[in-house]
């Protein structure tokens, strides 16, 4: 009996130990994760601080809720605020609205029996997506700067007198972010459903056929529902990121005409923070982004599960 | 088979002739042809422009085919300021990162399938929440102070050595492997390490070349982490000079706008490079991997995104 009790704990505690080294294993990249993604969470202090950088935070004064009270109650903050606010709510609507194009995009393509054609479709719509937003600005200066190619053919054409200013002007701001966030993405965003359209049975076409139904009611009665699970995951997903709009697009973007419009939350918190310098007023604002942002994707999380019974998360 | 089984259908070239569907379809191609050829024709434009006689270009000229061809606009790169530098910075952040998050995602994806190892699924979920949340700009920047990492070449690696989707992917890729192919070789006495670099990762190479490819892309073409972390010029990415080349050159298009007259005089004495030509020859040679490698790495993230997509 002994015996037997022996040699198990043996067994168990060799296989703790067995266990502990695989941990240790891991243990660096644990490190590198609470260095990189935990550790930073204490800067959320800094909101509490008027923090001025050369000096250490022990030195700068406590002022507690200074500057989420600023964020109420200063007339000029609260107005640059809730403009800040409106750019991000409009560019993720629009972002949302038309979260549906590359549903639509795969679906049509798949129309097209070509297939070389269709091919170099998907290769060409997809190469936008893999270069930077610095070079999209750049293919951008390229075409629609003052000297560019557009004004410059509209000149020789004689349409215009004096060259229109696509890049630096504060005119139909949302609806150009948009057009660029569409050119680098559509394609790209369409490749899910082509991958999801690739799946599907293809008895439900035949037995359509045989019903009857021509090519489009196999698209409207078949293809688009079979897709519609997929679509409805890509737009919790968008719905969950709404605050986070990323600053890559903007950034580059950004110049002193536009920038009323352009300032999404994400460049904001950069251009307060980084440029100007307030950057206890910028972390305030961030933190209160995060905990938005987790809020919206927990109630993502429960809608999904209620609507599916799965969660995005 | 789907092509056969369609057309053996009785009534099945019957739609093919209806007015609306041959109307459908030409639009169809015709949007698609359209579209296609926004997305590349901006490509296009760039580097025929870059060959072609500055003076032409200047003056709008070139818009289809290239005329005076020359190749002076990228001799003319060398001797640009900071650029072989920059060139240096992005290949060793794309190398560097790309290696050392491919090796650890694949490492930590098999880990997390060892069931002894000690609080397995506390470390998984410890390491796959960070997904979810962000301490934001200034913390992040704070942290990297702290840490002595600005202006240093580890900022553009170290912080993006743990990926947790890819570390999803590959766990769940090698969960879906035989069991056997592990145990054999613990039989035969291989140790967790040796069986991680003998068996696991020759067979996860599929998985690990989609992430490899995603990884090396998004280094390359990211530009944050300069703007924020790097003030020393030395260690500038090529995608932030790009973007400091066309702040530059739009300031100076201003003042020639502004200057009238004489600035469109200036514009078209320019025969030598102009910033609008040395601009769109650095976006040809920050464009130019991508190009190259992207019919390579098309096929992978097809599959990339599938796999994503069975998980997310």
């Known amino acids: 009996m002994s015996e037997v009790t022996n040699t198990k704990d043996n067994h168990i505690g060799k296989s703790k130990s067995v266990g502990f080294k695989y941990f240790l294993c891991i243990l660096p990249f644990i490190i590198l994760v609470f260095l990189f993604s935990y550790f930073p969470l204490h800067g959320w202090i800094y909101a509490f601080y008027d923090y001025k950088p050369p000096r250490s935070l022990s030195q700068c004064e406590f002022v507690g809720l200074k500057w989420f009270k600023m964020l109420v109650s200063n007339p000029t903050q609260v107005k640059q605020l809730v403009q800040v606010l409106k750019n991000t709510f409009v560019m993720s609507l629009l972002g949302i609205a038309t979260s549906i194009l590359p549903l ?13 054609f269709k091919s170099f479709v998907q290769t060409f719509t997809t190469l936008p997506n893999f270069i930077s937003w610095v070079l999209v600005f750049s293919v951008a200066f390229a075409l629609f700067s003052s000297n560019g190619m557009v004004n410059t053919f509209l000149h020789q054409m004689g349409c215009i007198k004096t060259p229109i200013k696509f890049l630096d002007s504060d005119s139909y701001t949302y609806l150009k972010m948009l057009l660029w966030g ?15 359209i690739a799946s599907i049975d293809q008895e439900l076409y035949e037995a359509a056929s045989i019903d009857g139904a021509g090519r489009f009611q196999k698209i409207l009665y078949i293809t688009i529902p079979e897709l519609l699970p997929t679509f409805f995951v890509m737009l919790m997903m968008a719905v969950s990121n709404f605050l986070n709009n990323g600053m890559d697009q903007y950034f580059v973007f950004q110049n002193s005409f536009n920038k009323e419009h352009i300032q999404v939350l994400d460049l904001y918190v950069y251009n307060i923070g980084m440029t100007g310098s307030s950057y206890s007023l910028a972390t305030a604002i961030s933190m209160l982004k995060s905990i938005v942002s987790i809020a919206l994707l927990s109630l993502c999380n429960v809608v999904s599960k209620l609507t599916r019974g799965e969660t995005i998360v | 088979m789907k092509k056969e089984s369609k057309e053996n259908l009785p009534n099945g070239g019957k739609y093919k002739t209806k007015v609306s569907d041959r109307v459908f379809d030409v639009f169809n191609y015709l949007i698609f042809g359209i579209f ?12 025929i422009n870059t060959i072609s006689s500055n003076e032409l270009s200047a003056q709008g000229l070139i818009n289809f085919i290239p005329r ?3 190749f002076e606009n990228y001799k003319a790169l060398i001797s640009l300021n900071g650029l072989g530098n920059a060139a240096l910075v992005s290949l060793g952040k794309t190398v560097i990162g790309t290696v050392t998050t491919v090796l650890a995602t694949a490492f ?3 880990m997390f399938t060892q069931e002894r ?8 979920r410890f390491v ?28 553009y690696i170290l912080p993006c ?14 969960e879906s492997l035989p069991k056997s192919l592990q145990e054999a070789a613990e039989i035969d006495g291989a140790g967790v390490l040796r069986r991680f670099w003998q068996i696991v990762l020759p067979v996860c190479t599929p998985i690990l070349a989609t992430v490899a490819i995603f990884s090396a892309v998004g280094q390359w073409n990211s530009y944050q982490d300069t703007l924020i972390y790097i003030t020393d010029q030395k260690l500038y990415s090529l995608q932030y000079l790009l973007y400091t080349y066309i702040n530059q050159a739009s300031s100076l298009a201003s003042m020639v706008k502004n200057t009238g007259v004489q600035g469109l005089n200036a514009a078209t004495m320019a025969t030598q490079q102009t910033p609008t030509s040395i601009q769109m020859t650095v976006s040809v040679v920050v464009v130019l991997p991508i190009l190259c490698i992207y019919p390579m790495f098309q096929r992978f993230f097809v599959k990339g995104i599938m796999i994503g997509s069975v998980k997310g």
């Open chain 2, 117 to 124: 190892m000690w609080k397995r699924k506390f470390w998984y």
């Open chain 2, 108 to 110: 930590l994806g098999y």
């Open chain 2, 68 to 70: 005076g061809i020359h």
């Open chain 2, 128 to 155: 796959v929440i960070i997904m979810y949340f962000n301490a934001g700009l200034i913390p992040m920047f704070i942290t990297m102070k702290t840490l002595g990492l600005t202006n240093t070449f580890w900022v």
């Open chain 2, 161 to 174: 050595i743990v990926q947790p989707f890819n570390i999803i992917l590959v766990k769940t890729y090698i």
């Open chain 1, 182 to 196: 569409l050119w680098k993405g559509l394609g790209w965003g369409s490749i899910i459903y082509l991958a999801s």
């Open chain 2, 36 to 47: 296609t050829l926004i997305c590349i024709y901006p490509f296009y434009y760039m580097i």
């Open chain 1, 104 to 116: 639509f995009f795969a679906v049509f393509l798949n129309e097209i029996k070509n297939k070389k």
